[in-house]
């Protein structure tokens, strides 16, 4: 079986319009901004607008997944629709269909001092793996709530406890040949310091970066494993 291909994601949040998307993208790119990504817009008569389905209630921060007011006018979207009631915050195995996923689990600070982190995480990796038929696609984040935007990062040895835990639970309720393919990343304060250390655990297989995926140091998180 091929080596997991090392994988680091840069989650900017609801973070990143306007200079401060060209600031980052030229440190990782030394090269040009790319243009806005719409398959919609490039395909459209002109006269047509584009709206967005939805988009974050306030300014840009520490919210995944949202996309806010300011991004969508960067991306010259002009308008959105609010309040759908169509909007559900659920994972379905409709939403995996031909989309790759960063699937995330992780235990609360409570959890980890009961000594129950094994046991959350594995509950969260069955709930997933009940809605997905195809593993190809798919990737697991082992992000600790507690160490998300805190600046309290999982040792080493946390770290690849629990990796290697996912895998033994993958191996025994999925199958061997996904336990020892698929890749198990790591999230929760990484930075340019500390990534090196982490990135050597045998089944720590990358990284989903919060806040310093904005910041230049996310070049030495991204090289972290070479
Ligand atoms: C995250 O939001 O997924 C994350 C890991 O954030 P940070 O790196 O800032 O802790």
């Known amino acids: 079986m091929a080596p997991r291909k090392f994988f680091v994601g840069g989650n900017w949040k609801c973070n990143g319009a306007g200079d401060d998307v060209k600031k980052i993208v030229t440190v990782l790119n030394d090269a040009e901004a790319p243009r806005a990504p719409s398959q919609v817009k490039g395909l459209l008569r002109p006269d047509f607008a584009v709206a967005a389905q939805n988009c974050w209630v306030r300014k840009g921060d520490a919210f995944t ?3 806010s007011a300011e991004m969508l006018v960067n991306l010259q979207v002009p ?3 609010l309040g759908h009631s169509e909007r559900r915050a ?3 195995d409709q939403m995996i269909q031909g989309l790759k996923v960063i699937a995330c689990i992780g235990e609360t600070l409570e959890q980890r001092e009961a000594g129950t982190t094994m046991e959350v ?3 969260q990796t069955k709930a997933i793996a009940e809605k997905v038929s195809d593993w190809t696609n798919v990737m697991l984040a ?3 709530v507690w160490a998300i935007g805190t600046g309290k990062v999982a040792s080493p040895a946390q770290a690849e406890e629990v990796h290697d835990g996912l895998r033994k639970w993958l191996n025994t309720n999925v199958t061997p040949a996904v336990a ?3 890749r198990i990343i790591y999230g929760g304060s990484v930075n340019g310091a500390n990534c090196k250390e982490l990135a050597a655990q045998p089944d720590l297989d990358g990284f989903l970066v919060g806040g310093a995926s904005l910041k230049p140091e996310f070049v030495d ?3 972290s494993a070479t």
Do not use: P, R
């Open 221 to 223: 998180i991204v090289k």
């Open 90 to 92: 659920l994972l379905s």
């Open 180 to 182: 020892e393919s698929i």
């Open 65 to 67: 997944g949202e996309i």
């Open 142 to 144: 082992y992000e600790s």
């Open 121 to 123: 995480v594995a509950a």
């Open 79 to 81: 308008w959105v629709i």
